[in-house]
Nanobody, 122 residues
């Protein structure tokens, strides 16, 4: 098991920024690939960004230039820096872990956090 806990969500005005954190409790995630997804009400969970254990990153086209994924392996934490937020970014944000996969296919991730709510007001 890889217990993942997201934090850093909240209410922000359009144009603002947030940094989300995903921490692994009780074990290291330094060898895992990690990713961030989000799910808005009534919509499918969608891939945002992934990062390999070595730090190679990939992004969904619609977040390129606005969101940045990073990781701190000694701290077993993965981050998602989100800039220029707009109301369409309102969703529950989830982190996920897999042995090696860091792409957009949800079922290839073994572990998920409980999510953190991000609300962007106009």
């Amino acid at each position: 098991q890889v217990p993942l806990v997201e934090s850093g969500g909240g209410l922000v005005q359009a144009g603002g920024s947030l940094r989300l954190s995903c921490a692994a409790s009780g074990r290291t995630i330094s060898s895992n690939a990690m990713a961030w997804f989000r799910q808005a009400p009534g919509k499918e969970r969608q891939f945002l960004a992934g990062i390999t254990s070595r730090g190679n990153t990939n992004y969904a086209d619609f977040v390129k230039g606005r969101f940045t994924i990073s990781r701190d392996n000694p701290e077993s934490t993965v981050y998602l820096q989100m800039n220029s937020l707009n109301v369409e970014d309102t969703a529950v944000y989830y982190c996920a872990a897999s042995p090696t996969y860091s792409g957009p296919i949800r079922f290839l991730y073994n572990y998920w956090g409980q999510g953190t709510q991000v609300t962007v007001s106009s």
